[in-house]
Every structure is written in C-alpha cells, then in structure tokens.
C-alpha cells in the first residue's frame, strides 16, 4: 500500500470508531462485519466472541 493509502484507511476506521461508539446496535451483517473489522483486526491475533441479542446489540 501506499502511504496515501494507508491514511485513507486509517481515517475510515477513525470515522468508524466514532460512528460505532455512537450507535451501539448492530442492526446489519454489514454493521457486524464493520464492527469486527474495526475492534478485532490488529497487529496482534485475538479471538473474540460476540454474544448478540435478539436485537442484535451486544
């Protein structure tokens, strides 16, 4: 990747990070997906388990 690149990425998980915070319900596969993507994805290897309801929050 180019460094253009990697500041165009790391601005969207900034953006969102916040949006995240703000609206804590995971209404979407998408939204899951963004979620993971987002908290679990790093420089060192996590697992996580997510307990969902039936509202999908967590």
Same mark, same amino acid.
């Given at each position: 990747m180019t460094p253009q690149e990697e500041t165009v990425?790391?601005?969207a998980r900034d953006i969102l +990070? &916040?949006?995240l915070s703000q609206?804590?319900?995971i +209404?979407?596969?998408?939204a899951l997906l963004d979620y993971c993507?987002?908290?679990v994805r790093g420089p060192i290897e996590r697992?996580?388990?997510l307990y969902l309801d039936r509202k999908? &929050?967590?």
């Open positions: 990425i790391l601005d +990070g &916040r949006y609206n804590p319900v +209404g979407s596969w998408q993507a987002l908290t697992f996580h388990v999908n &929050r967590i």
